[in-house]
């Protein structure tokens, strides 16, 4: 693994958390970016003399990591980067399926005008980000990704409930991580339009229509191989 791929020195400087989570966002952030790859193995002492910290720190980040399911712990304080089964990938699939319909049907049934007008300017930017040129490919997946995972963030974020944004927010950086594993469908018009769908079925107030629109938009972007 190169030292190029982690900085968290930056990370330290943009907010005061403390060393282990920093290493433990730089390393989640790298892996969700495919910077590490699946399979890779991490050497606790090795990633630390790079890092310029003690050893500590980055024990406890890669616990954390263990925990998410992001890594597997080996012998000697060592990790590898997991890859998914495609079980694992419908499990997870079929998690955030239900964390996301029940979001929605708690949503539409109080549906405020702002709320609606910044769910489409969400919607928009992840039509716009799909329709950006295919120049860099790397660059323009990872930028639908991060407006269509804030699009879906935003609406669990309407619930209120603070249980369901805690458990959907967990699962973020893996929904993000698996992305890797699957043909999916960013790019494409339809995948881009049906942001928009989902808008206005939450505008119906109609929980079964927003259930089923959210179960059909999740199956549809995430084909797997």
Known sequence: MSGSTLNIHDTMHKNSD??????????RRAITQNLIPPGEKIVSSQLAARLGVSITPVRGAL?????LGFVSMRKNSSAVINS??????????????????????????????DTYSRLLSLADAVAQEAMTSESDNISRHLAVEEADMAFHAYIVQCTGNQFLIRAHSDMMPQFFY???FIDNRLTNSAFADEHHMICHALKTGNPKL?????????NFSTVIE
């Open 210 to 218: 927003c259930a089923a629109m959210i179960d059909h938009h999740l």
């Open 18 to 27: 403390s060393i282990q989570d920093c290493v433990f966002l730089e390393l």
């Open 178 to 180: 698996v992305r890797q």
């Open 63 to 67: 616990i954390q990591l263990e925990r």
């Open 84 to 113: 998914y089964s495609t079980k694992d990938i419908r499990d997870i699939y079929y998690y955030r399926t239900s964390l996301e319909t029940l979001a929605a049907e708690i949503v539409c049934q109080s549906l405020a005008a």
